[in-house]
């Protein structure tokens, strides 16, 4: 797709001129008053052109951790109920702000939190699940010409509690609503213009990606690429929502993803992607190593906790690969699951970090995880787990040498400095 054919694709759908667009403003886009009347002039440009607009944001900056630190000063271990009910607070702050902008500079705008704007999810606290969206109540506001915005992020349970999302849940909320809203684009802004090939705050070498499948960008993002939750992807891939990564704050072309790239034969290594702060749980003289492997994952599934699990055959344990915010809940579900999935002694590490080359097709290719390896080691980086896919070759290291292990595969497979590349469909 060339740049003419990029912005036909934006500007257009099957034919008929846009009628919905779904903006999304992260932190950074709206850590300031200032940022936030910036980002009102984005949503009067579109609502200019005559579309309706449904705008989702994130809580100001460092809100959410500020709300962490203010709990840490309390309690140690603070109830899940009233952690989802303190920081659904911050995007609440947000919305008002935003909303105020818009109608000061003559915009009628109305602003709902995620249960007002009909975000149903399931009960799991903290890291929920949308189940629904009912969009009756949007939809009326748009039908008399209002700007909708939308808290990010939050929703509410069957029960009547308000839930949070988990780290990126304004992504999944923009992405979502889009979809419920048969919306014709949802636009990600961000504080990066585009995805690349590595994070370029990283990575200085990393080259813009203009198109991505939804495929390739769900690999990217599974295996660490904070630039947009997976979650997000899977929603606007199931109703063909066209996605556009897109800078809050310079005026240049971003990264439309969507299902119409052509496809001309897979690319080995299109991305270099990493977690800075893992965790490793190893439960050593497992009974029965495949049994608890499928049990375990089976539980951490029904809470929604992701890792990465290795079998290692030759000391018969199983090695769990965890974030931080998810360290003390495994913890507490192996103590409690002991005696039925019978291992001797549990190990932790800390100061860890995961790497990962991702690629279209990598099955059977074995030459991809030996020259991780290979490459790792000519740069002084030693591979503590190494595990491959179908989609990845990850290695796990120590965090002191994530930055240059980074570069160097980077480097490795051909992904500095390169054109503007297009990924595999």
């Known amino acids: 797709m060339d740049r003419s054919d990029h912005l036909s694709f934006l500007n257009r759908k099957e034919g008929h001129l846009l009628s919905t667009i779904v903006q999304k403003f992260g932190g950074t886009s709206v850590g300031s008053t200032e940022r936030i009347k910036r980002m009102a002039e984005k949503i009067i440009q579109e609502k200019s052109k005559g579309h309706d607009v449904v705008a989702v944001v994130s809580a100001m900056g460092k809100t959410t951790d500020a709300l962490v630190k203010l709990v840490s000063e309390i309690t140690s271990e603070p109830s899940k109920r009233e952690m989802d009910m303190l920081l659904s607070t911050g995007e609440q702050v ?11 500079q003559g915009v009628e705008a109305i602003s709902f939190t995620g249960w007002q704007a009909g975000v149903r999810t399931d009960s799991i606290l903290g890291n929920a ?7 009756g109540r949007i939809k009326s506001e748009l039908n008399v010409g209002r700007v909708v915005v939308v808290a990010g992020f939050q929703g509410i349970t069957e029960e009547g509690d308000i839930s949070t999302l988990g780290r990126g849940g304004s992504d999944i909320t923009a992405a979502a609503l889009a979809s419920a809203l048969k919306a014709d684009r949802c636009d990600i802004y961000t504080d990066v213009d585009g995805v690349y090939t590595s994070d370029p705050r990283f990575v200085k070498k990393a080259s813009k990606i203009t198109s991505l499948s939804y495929v390739d960008m769900q690999n990217l993002a599974v295996m660490g690429a904070g630039v947009l939750h997976p979650r997000a992807i899977k929603h606007a891939k199931k109703f063909g929502i066209p996605l556009y990564i897109k800078s809050s704050f310079e005026n240049v072309g971003g990264t ?17 992607t990493f977690e800075k702060d893992i965790h490793r749980v190893e439960m050593f003289e497992c009974e029965d190593v495949e049994g608890f492997r499928e049990a375990f994952m089976s539980e951490l599934s029904s809470r929604h906790i992701q890792g990465d699990v290795y079998i290692q055959r030759c000391r018969n344990s199983l090695s769990l690969l965890i974030k931080k915010q998810d360290l003390h809940e495994v913890l507490s579900i192996l103590e409690k699951e002991k005696d039925k999935w019978k291992y001797s002694r549990i190990e932790e590490r800390s100061n860890l970090s995961k790497v990962s080359v991702i690629g279209g097709d990598m099955k059977g290719r074995s030459e991809i995880k030996v020259g991780v390896c290979r490459m790792l080691l000519e740069s002084g980086v030693r591979v503590k787990l190494i595990g491959e896919s179908s989609i990845s070759v990850t ?6 040498h994530v930055q240059s292990a980074v570069e160097c595969l980077h480097t490795g497979f051909g992904l500095d400095y390169k054109d503007t590349l297009k990924a595999s469909v």
């Open 129 to 135: 699940h949308i189940q629904a969206i009912e969009t």
């Open 395 to 400: 290695a796990v290291i120590e965090k002191s």
């Open 256 to 272: 439309l993803i969507h299902g119409k790239i052509k496809q001309n034969g897979p690319i080995p290594v299109f991305g270099v």
């Open 94 to 104: 947000t919305i008002s702000l935003l909303t105020m902008a818009l109608q000061q």
